[in-house]
């Protein structure tokens, strides 16, 4: 690998899992590509032949110290006064200026131990940890408006211990010690004061003790916490048998990678690097609209929550054939389906998202805790693409493209490309993929079985960030959300989402993407026809004043109708209203006869309007607020026999003098008759026409029967 500069992977920063299509193999066969113009079929690679081939191959262009030799090895340097930070430090650090006490960039890790444990001996673990790596024993300050790291000489891990064996039952116990490790995970450093790794030890019983370690991103990142993990065990075993630790000596240390990479990453080795983001990432937006359940913030907030992702194993084995199958990585099947999916859910055909590379080219670097991670933006377009196989393709060009490319720290490219800026989103991408190759070792101490705890520190640097790994069981992992944007039922529903349409990509490949399902068979039964299971009986044959006079002769005596000091009852209102319907019928008002009404609020409003329908006609409301322009336009769409309104407000309207007009004050209703009038009205006749709000264009008249008023009163469908 360090002959031909390919990265190795660990947990949390890994690029490929390791599961079938190996990434030393891919990384390989890039390199051989772009520097030897060599093209090497990946399923060949793991073939004796090509092995012994590829070796002649190497030795052909000069070995370690021809052509492929990787330029500027890391060395322990010479230390300025003034030491520098790497290129991600210097970014966590500039965050910290700007929002100091923020614990988004913790890592905690919560580890538990069964059997009788040497807590001296774990102790003077983490500070021969702390003594062994420079990173956990550096501060950070700024000289002459620059950042710099000062590393400390005797620095002890800040170490915790709560005894909870008090605490009256179990539950409780465990309920106050997750209580705590999440107080803990929360807590913030300073970067100034350090240290930058703390330890809290929970003691619940005799053989029972939990363990959280917190460490600032600044110095530790993923493939960190293995080597950390793995050494404190080293070190626990001697400590407890009263040994000398005998761990091997570090040939460097972080702030040696940082003075290399200032010194490697320039000139144009770097714009080298730079032109191929340019290319790959001109024209792209960075913005992914996805639906959320909330609306976007203005400035993030970096509340967040889990929920756990868990892929069948039948399931896990096939995108693991299909991955064989097409010569490309279980990555790569998991990354297009990712992006498949933020397709369909946003409609957009230019999908980035981010992934963590482990960004550790050297052997000497494997065994440091520092922050070497580097994150790659992987940018999928589909435009260009119809079938799941032709975009898995342009994902396998895409992502190599961006391995043999990802020296340009995530820092630089934001810096250089000048993407879009938005105090709302995260720049280049929203969203985070990371499929782990392994977890954290399972290590056991002197008589203690020790395993990895779950840890939510409900913080969030992302709109959703999906981790995963293989296990024997298959792909599981979770998927990290933010709060602000999205409900938890929206988030396991994407989670379902993923797993149908992943199931259908990797078992239908040719099939066009858009035809592909996102539901289940149990979600498209309960969409299309457990939730369309809304039929209900309603009077299907009256109309709407039929149902008004059935309730006046039910609750004759009731109040109806009050305005000010003035009150009907049913009674008096069903009399009124057919005093008013006889004179319409004298005016020619019937079924399907449109009458305006342009009246202020009042009981002459609603007499009106129920004279009109039993009337046999239909209504339809003025306001005399309106423009002039709107009123006319709405009198041309929908003209109307008669009008109903007041001399005032007929001196305002745009009408004709030809339109027919009664005046609500000069009707004489007690020269009619009480007794109600045969309209012969029907549920479909017309009701009232009432106008949209215009705000698309001309307002445009929306005729509504009496059949559909009923429906919506008794909240049952058309039939």
């Known amino acids: 690998s360090e002959l031909l500069r390919v990265p190795q992977v660990g947990r949390h920063d890994n690029f490929f899992d390791l599961g079938g299509q190996s990434l030393l193999a891919m990384g390989v066969m890039a390199r051989l590509r772009n520097q030897f113009g060599v093209e090497l079929p990946l399923r060949a690679f793991f073939e004796r032949a090509t092995i012994a081939a590829l070796a002649v191959l190497i030795d052909s262009l000069g070995g370690v ?24 430090q210097q970014r966590l650090w500039f965050i910290d200026q700007l929002e100091p006490g923020s614990s988004l960039y913790n890592i905690p890790v919560g580890l538990t131990f069964s059997g009788a444990l040497d807590v001296g001996a774990l102790r003077a673990s983490l500070d021969a940890l702390m003594a062994r790596h420079e990173a956990l024993r550096t501060t950070f300050h700024a000289k002459d408006g620059k950042p710099i790291q000062v590393i400390h000489a005797d620095f002890r891990v800040p170490f915790d211990m709560v005894d909870l064996t008090d605490v009256r039952d179990a539950t409780s116990r465990q309920a106050e010690a997750q209580r705590l490790r999440t107080e803990e995970a929360r807590r913030p450093f300073s970067l100034s004061e350090g240290p ?19 460490t600032h991103h600044i110095v530790s990142d993923g493939w960190s916490l293995g080597v950390l993990v793995r050494e404190i065990n080293a070190f626990y075993l001697a400590f407890h048998h009263g040994r000398t630790p005998a761990l091997p000596a570090l040939r460097v240390q972080y702030a040696d990678f940082a003075l290399w990479q200032r010194d490697w990453l320039q000139g144009q080795r770097l714009e080298s690097q730079l032109s191929w983001w340019k290319d790959t990432l001109a024209g792209a937006s960075g913005i992914l609209e996805l639906p959320t359940d909330k609306p976007r913030p203005t400035v993030l907030t970096s509340e967040g929550a889990t929920m756990q992702v868990r892929i069948p194993l039948a399931l896990s084995e096939q995108v693991e054939a299909f991955a064989r199958r097409e010569n490309v990585t279980p990555f790569m099947v998991w990354l297009a389906a990712l992006q498949t999916l933020l397709h369909r859910y946003s409609g957009q055909d230019d999908v980035l998202v981010g992934s963590p590379v482990a960004n550790r080219h050297h052997a000497e670097t494997e065994g440091l805790i520092g922050f070497f991670v580097n ?38 490219l934001v810096e250089e490309l000048h993407p879009a800026r938005d105090l709302s989103r995260t720049p280049f991408f929203q969203v985070l993929f990371a499929l782990q190759n392994a977890p954290l070792p399972a290590l056991t101490l002197s008589g ?36 602000a944007l999205f409900e938890s039922a929206t988030v396991a529903r994407m989670i379902r989402h993923l797993e149908v349409l992943l199931g259908a990509l990797v078992s239908k490949p040719g099939a066009p993407l858009a035809h592909l399902p996102l539901m289940g068979e149990a979600e498209r039964k309960q969409l299309l026809v457990e939730w369309n299971a809304t039929g209900g009986e309603y009077p299907r044959d009256a109309s709407i004043q039929d149902l008004f006079m059935a309730q ?49 609020r009042s009981i002459e409003l609603v007499v009106s309007l129920l004279a009109i329908l039993k009337a046999g006609g239909a209504y339809l409301p003025l306001d005399a607020a309106y423009p002039a322009q709107r009123l006319a336009a709405m009198l041309e769409d929908a003209p109307p026999k008669l009008l109903l309104t007041t001399r005032a407000i007929r001196a305002a309207l745009p009408v004709d003098d030809a339109l ?19 309209a012969g009205t029907h549920p479909r006749h017309l009701a009232y026409v009432d106008f949209t709000s215009g705000s698309t264009g001309r307002p445009k008249g929306v005729a509504v029967e009496h059949r559909g008023v009923l429906r919506l009163l008794h909240h049952a469908p058309y039939a």
């Open 448 to 483: 203690v079985t020790m395993r990895v705890l779950d840890t939510d520190s409900a913080s969030t640097r992302f709109d959703l960030e999906l981790s995963l790994f293989r296990n024997p069981g298959g792909f599981e992992g979770v998927l990290l959300y933010r709060t």
């Open 196 to 214: 930058l790794m703390r330890a809290l030890l929970l003691k619940l019983g005799a053989e029972e003790h939990q363990l959280m370690l917190n």
């Open 65 to 88: 110290n021809g052509a492929a030799a990787a330029p500027n090895a890391l060395v322990r340097a010479k230390r300025p006064d003034a030491l520098p930070l790497s290129f991600a």
């Open 660 to 678: 027919p007009s009664l005046f609500v004050e000069e009707l004489g209703l007690e020269d009619q008759p009480t007794s109600p009038v045969e």
């Open 375 to 412: 994150t790659l933006v992987l940018r999928t377009r589909f435009d260009e693409v119809r079938t799941f196989r032709e975009l898995l393709a342009q994902v396998r060009t895409t992502t190599l493209g961006a391995q043999d490319h990802q020296d340009v720290p995530f820092e630089k």
């Open 552 to 600: 006046a002769a039910l609750r004759p005596d009731a109040v109806a109708l009050e305005f000010g000091d003035t009150r009907l009852t049913y009674a008096e209102l069903d009399a009124r209203t057919n005093q008013g319907a006889h004179l319409l019928r004298k005016h020619g008002v019937g079924p399907d006869v449109l009458v305006a009404v342009c009246l202020e």
